[in-house]
């Protein structure tokens, strides 16, 4: 089975493993994923990640983050632009999320970054997902 969208199903598989307190997720690798889970790490979202020599292809592991009394520091992550309908944003239109408590991630021609690196930037582009 071919996964149509792998950032939805990587949003997925760490939306699941918080859900039932998971240590770490495992999921295929691309570039796309690093950069995602690297922003991840960067706002504090994640404790870190690693990549792992799979059998057949690289694996991605990341290591989820709980605050005190097991709560998850993800409480969640929302895919925005789809393979289906694409969103793209200009520089005035990229949302706070959550009142800048969350974050946007977009893939610009500057490369994936967080919707508050695009601003100041002054650049748009598609608009990946929120996670808050």
Aim: glycine share 10%; charged share 25%.
């Amino acid at each position: 089975m071919t996964v149509t969208d792998p950032i939805a199903d990587m949003l997925t598989r760490v939306r699941n493993a918080v859900m039932v307190r998971h240590d770490s997720v495992m999921m295929p690798s691309s570039k796309m994923k690093l950069a995602i889970a690297s922003i991840l790490k960067e706002e504090g979202f994640i404790s870190d990640y690693e990549v792992v020599r799979g059998k057949t292809q690289r694996v991605i592991k990341i290591h989820l983050k709980y605050r005190d009394r097991n709560e998850p520091v993800i409480s969640g992550l929302e895919r925005v632009s789809k393979p289906g309908l694409r969103v793209y944003v200009q520089r005035k239109e990229i949302p706070r999320v959550y009142g800048g408590l969350g974050i946007a991630i977009l893939s610009t021609p500057e490369g994936v970054i967080t919707g508050q690196q695009a601003w100041r930037r002054g650049i748009g582009g598609e608009l990946l997902c929120y996670i808050w």
